[in-house]
């Protein structure tokens, strides 16, 4: 024997009373729950699915509602900075009216353009290049065609209307005249 079991008493065998005594010194386990009656839970169950199932349609008509709120007011930001160009638009119309000098119309118009412009360019608008380059379905639209000495077969001869594109999507083709050549 080691000298740490010299010291400690030999073990008794396991009785009724002494398991009764571990168990009194040790606290008590607790015991399972009692079951409820089913129905209550069953009742119990069916109520939070109820709100479960409430809550996800509530939040799918917020949803939708958030959409729908989007799509409508999508563009408000974009409006209200063209609003100050509009104002300018009205002052220059209503200067025309009295004025005698039409140089001072002119330069209000080119100076409301310019505006124009810079706003449509600020928001990703940009022109779509048409006099002199090749004629291009893709971002033109033919409206006439006529003999030119000038400009090469096939190639833009005149803009009528301005095209535009938003990064690299068409918004509106240019409508253009297309040369055919020089005449026989």
Do not use: C, W
């Amino acid at each position: 024997m080691k000298h740490s079991e010299k010291n400690q008493p030999a073990a008794k065998p396991a009785t009724a009373e002494s398991v009764q005594e571990l168990a009194a010194e040790h606290e008590p386990v607790a015991a399972a729950p009692e079951p409820e009656d089913p129905a209550a839970e069953a009742a119990r169950f069916k109520d939070l699915a109820l709100r479960a199932q409430a809550d996800l349609d509530n939040f799918r008509k917020r949803a939708v509602r958030d959409k729908e709120d989007s799509i409508r007011y999508a563009n408000a930001s974009l409006l209200e900075k063209l609003l100050p160009i509009l104002d300018n638009f009205h002052l220059g119309l209503e200067a025309a009216k009295s004025a005698a000098d039409t140089a001072s119309i002119v330069q209000g118009m080119a100076m409301v353009e310019k505006q124009l412009q810079d706003f449509l360019k600020a928001h990703g608008v940009e022109d779509v290049p048409a006099e002199g380059t090749a004629f291009d379905p893709g971002h033109h639209e033919a409206v006439a065609q006529e003999h030119s000495a000038a400009v090469p077969e096939g190639h833009v001869v005149r803009q009528l209307r301005k095209g535009y594109k938003l990064k690299d999507r068409l918004l509106r083709a240019s409508s253009v005249t297309v040369s055919k050549g020089a005449a026989a």
